[in-house]
Each structure stands twice: as C-alpha cells, then as structure tokens.
C-alpha cells in the first residue's frame, strides 16, 4: 500500500520556537507539496519540490521554508512559529508532470501554536 | 483573481442520489480534479475530468462543462460513509492547482 507519512499528527509549541514536520514518500514520486488547510478556506500551497534539492515557493511561503535532501523526504521548517501558523498541514506527492498527476497525500499534521 | 465556489454544506438522505456543484474561474485549464475526504484523514482522489462530458465510475460520477467553467460529482446510492468533505480543485494554465473551500456531505439515514 502506498503511502505519504507525516511524522506527526499532532504537535503543540509555543511562539517562537523552531517547527519542523516530516514528509516521507515511499512512491519514488518526483513531485512533493506542502499544503496548509484551514477552515472555509481551499488548500494554499506552501513550497514545492519537482526534484531533489530543488524548492519553489507556493502561494504562502512567508514565515516557512523548507528542505529536500532525499527523493523521499520533504520537510517543512517553521523558523519562528507565531500563533496564525495554527492549521493542519498536508503533504503529498505525486509524478511526473503530465496527465492527471493524481496527488497522494499524508494524514495531516495538526499544529497549535499557543 | 482564480476563485473556485462550491457549496458549503449539503445534506442528503441515505440511498438517495447527490449532486455537488463547483464553478470555477481560472487563467486557464488544465483539468479538474474532485478529491474526498474524511474528517481528520488525508484527501483521497476520486475523478479527474480534462474533457467536456461524464465520467462514471461505480456510484460516484463527474461532469465538466469548460465553456461554463463548471462541474459536478454526482453520488449514487447514498452510503452512511459518504459522509466526507469533497474537494474540487481546478489546475491552471502554470499546472498548479487551485482548490475550492469544500463541501461537507451529511448523510442521514
């Protein structure tokens, strides 16, 4: 079974301190996303990886960055967390850059900043 | 701006049928996608639409119109575990996608 695991599901920090939230991809899948979800609001895309240490900024990217050194692995670092980061956090992956290019996503991690 | 509408909240009764509306407004298409998801789980696909017309598959159905930049997924024969959110995201003329809020489907026996 194919998956996208997001190392935690749910974390609690306070402001100013360093997040870091795991993605692993076990597809061979090129292509990684982090997305945030909040409430009567669309997916907004965070960064994006098309290849191994490459990184593009999405629609929201201020406050984040992230890092790709293996295919499999994107990570998503919140250098100084402040409380409107609150949100659940979506990874996926998927291939290629053609077709339909289906996304496979994790389960979410859920982060409180207090 | 990009915008894509789709309703809040829909109610339906099990065994019955549903139709999810989304309308969309992008610089330019490059096809459509309907995703389900489940309170506190991932989004999971279910149809992607890149042509005028229906594509069935089991119970659940999607239509796309292009030139009335709308859609709809249509969900046959209501089960107790449809109830989920559904997502509809169009992808642009840059192949990024831009997502629609949601549509929370209750179903009631």
């Known amino acids: 079974d194919v998956k996208v695991t997001q190392s935690s599901r749910y974390l609690v920090k306070r402001t100013g301190e360093k997040v870091f939230l795991e993605c692993v991809q076990d597809?061979?899948?090129?292509?990684m996303f982090w997305y945030r979800q909040d409430p009567g609001l669309g997916l907004r895309l965070i960064y994006f990886?098309?290849?191994?240490?490459?990184?593009e900024k999405g629609d929201i990217p201020e406050g984040y960055s992230v890092s790709r050194e293996k295919k499999e692995r994107f990570s998503l670092i919140l250098e100084s967390a402040s409380t409107n980061q609150t949100s659940m956090y979506l990874c996926?992956?998927?291939?290629?850059?053609?077709?339909?290019?289906?996304?496979?996503f994790g389960a979410g991690s859920r982060l409180t900043v207090l | 701006g990009q915008n894509i509408d789709q309703p809040t909240e829909m109610t339906a009764t099990e065994g019955a049928i549903v139709q999810i509306n989304c309308t969309y407004q992008?610089?330019?298409?490059?096809?459509l996608f309907w995703y389900q998801q489940h309170a506190g789980e991932a989004p999971t696909f279910l149809s992607y639409?890149?042509l005028d017309g229906l594509e069935e598959k089991g119970r659940f159905s999607s239509f796309l119109s292009r030139s009335k930049g709308y859609s709809y997924l249509l969900l046959k024969e209501l089960q107790m575990k449809d109830s989920a959110s559904y997502l509809c995201?169009?992808?642009?003329?840059?192949?990024?996608?831009?997502w629609g809020a949601g549509t929370k489907l209750i179903i009631k026996p």
């Open positions: 990886s098309y290849d191994v240490k490459m990184k």
């Open positions: 597809m061979d899948h090129e292509n």
């Open positions: 995201a169009v992808r642009d003329s840059n192949y990024q996608l831009i």
């Open positions: 992008t610089s330019g298409f490059n096809g």
């Open positions: 639409n890149v």
């Open positions: 996926a992956s998927s291939t290629g850059n053609s077709g339909a290019n289906v996304l496979t």
